[in-house]
């Protein structure tokens, strides 16, 4: 949540900045979607467990898709 963007996009920033593993707390798998409201990041959605991160992202979303409605 606090990045504002799902965490493949962050598993992509490490290949430029590769230090960022270094800050407690983070982790970095596809899986995480963060929800916003008016823009604002507030919360996030985190899947785990298919067969592919690229597969967890794709429910993460769909949880946030469901929140929006």
């Not at 996009?9 to 929800?35: H, M, S, W, Y």
């Amino acid at each position: 949540m606090s990045w504002n963007a799902p965490t493949s996009e962050l598993v992509k920033r490490l290949a430029q900045a590769p230090n960022l593993k270094d800050i407690p707390g983070t982790l970095f798998l596809g899986g995480g979607a963060p929800v916003q409201l008016k823009g604002a990041p507030i919360a996030a959605v985190g899947v785990a467990g298919a067969p592919s991160a690229d597969q967890d992202e794709q429910f993460a979303q769909a949880g946030v898709a469901a929140l929006n409605k």
